[in-house]
Structures are given as structure tokens and as C-alpha cells.
T-cell receptor, first 114, second 115 residues
């Protein structure tokens, strides 16, 4: 069965620090990859997605992610975090052209301190 | 209209009550989903409707009953729930039916408390 692993469950950073959140998946076929963010008290919002093409994808609010097929990874990055980036971050995967639902990782809770 | 709306925002119900959660989207999306999310956990898929037909039921107890009256509306009927069913219930939709190259757009959720 397909699985999604997020290695960092809790991350604390100071403002202006760089961020990298890890995401690995187990499925060997074609996958679609997503990062969602959930700000405190708010609903899930899509940060960025990868379907095909350039493996470096840019999303909203200065986030980017790189798909490395050989490593089954889709890590999220941001060069300089802000206090407003404090949120729960979820990596999600579904299978190529046949997968229905999203398989979510367990999430990473990011706290950015002033 | 580029959002998924859900009502009510909060719901408190007893174990013998019958209630319904509603979800609506006017983006012309052809797939709609129900997820359950516990605090600090990822969403767990419950049901998928694709082109108004139930495509997936992820072994959800029969006390949860989904309904898709039309392509814009999705309901979740609740009956005889248990306290452990208390959670945030999320609705999502995706443009092209449930398969494949589809991002899902999430609603704000209904916070359900079962007493």
C-alpha cells in the first residue's frame, strides 16, 4: 500500500531562518504530489502541486518544492520564514491517472518565533 | 465563486440525534469528498463521489450516510453517533472527477461534538 512519510513532526524556527520539510512516499509508479497548509483555525489550503514537467515547483507565499524521483521525495522549502508561516503542513500523494483520493502524511507542525 | 462552503461551522449533538452536514461548491467540479480530521492529525478519507456517483466508501460505519443530490451539493447524514466520532469533518472537491491529475479544494469544515 502507498504511504507518505513526513520526518519532522514538530519544527521550531526563528523568523528569517530557512525551512526544509521532508516528504517521502512509497509508491513506485506515476504520482501526483501536493503540499497543503493548515493555519490555526483555518481550512486546508494548497501550497503547491506537481503533476509532471519541471521537478522544481513554486507555490504561493514563497514556498517551493523539489520532486526527486530517484529518492521518492518531495521536500518543501522556503528561504526565509515569517511568523505568519506558523501552521500545520501536510504532504499528500495520489497515484498517477488512476488514483482517487489523497494519501496524506502525518503532518509537520511549524512554529516560527519572532 | 472559487470556494467550497460547509454548514454548519459547529454542531453539537447527542448520541440519539439525527443531523446532516452540508457542502456546496459552484466551481463545476465533478468529484466531491468527505474527510474526517482529528486534532493534529491528517485528514482521513471517508467517501468519494465522482460524477454524482459514490465511488469510494472507506469502510465507514453505517451511522454515516452520504448523499449527493446534484453535482454542486454533498450531504453527510449522521445518526446514532458515538463520542469518538467527534472531529472536524472536511468536504473537498476536484475539477475532473476523482481520478488522476486533480487537486482538491477543501472547505473550512464542520466541527462536530458528540455528547
Amino acid at each position: 500500500a502507498q504511504s507518505v512519510s513526513q520526518h519532522n513532526h514538530h519544527v521550531i524556527l526563528s523568523e528569517a531562518a530557512s525551512l526544509e520539510l521532508g516528504c517521502n512516499y512509497s509508491y513506485g509508479g506515476t504520482v501526483n504530489l501536493f503540499w497543503y497548509v493548515q493555519y490555526p483555525g483555518q481550512h486546508l489550503q494548497l501550497l503547491l502541486k506537481y503533476f509532471s514537467g519541471d521537478p522544481l515547483v513554486k507555490g504561493i507565499k514563497g514556498f517551493e518544492a523539489e520532486f526527486i524521483k530517484s529518492k521518492f521525495s518531495f521536500n518543501l522549502r522556503k528561504p526565509s520564514v515569517q511568523w505568519s508561516d506558523t501552521a500545520e503542513y501536510f504532504c499528500a500523494v495520489n497515484e498517477g491517472n488512476s488514483g482517487y483520493a489523497l494519501n496524506f502524511g502525518k503532518g509537520t507542525s511549524l512554529l516560527v518565533t519572532p | 465563486d472559487t470556494e467550497v462552503t460547509q454548514t454548519p461551522k459547529h454542531l453539537v449533538m447527542g448520541m440519539t440525534n439525527k443531523k446532516s452536514l452540508k457542502c456546496e461548491q459552484h466551481m463545476g467540479h465533478r468529484a466531491m469528498y468527505w474527510y474526517k480530521q482529528k486534532a493534529k492529525k491528517p485528514p482521513e478519507l471517508m467517501f468519494v463521489y465522482s460524477y454524482e456517483k459514490l465511488s469510494i466508501n472507506e469502510s465507514v460505519p453505517s451511522r454515516f450516510s452520504p448523499e449527493c443530490p446534484n453535482s454542486s451539493l454533498l450531504n453527510l447524514h449522521l445518526h446514532a453517533l458515538q463520542p469518538e466520532d467527534s472531529a472536524l469533518y472536511l468536504c473537498a472537491s476536484s475539477p475532473q472527477g476523482a481520478r488522476g491529475y486533480n487537486e482538491q479544494f477543501f472547505g473550512p469544515g464542520t466541527r462536530l461534538t458528540v455528547l
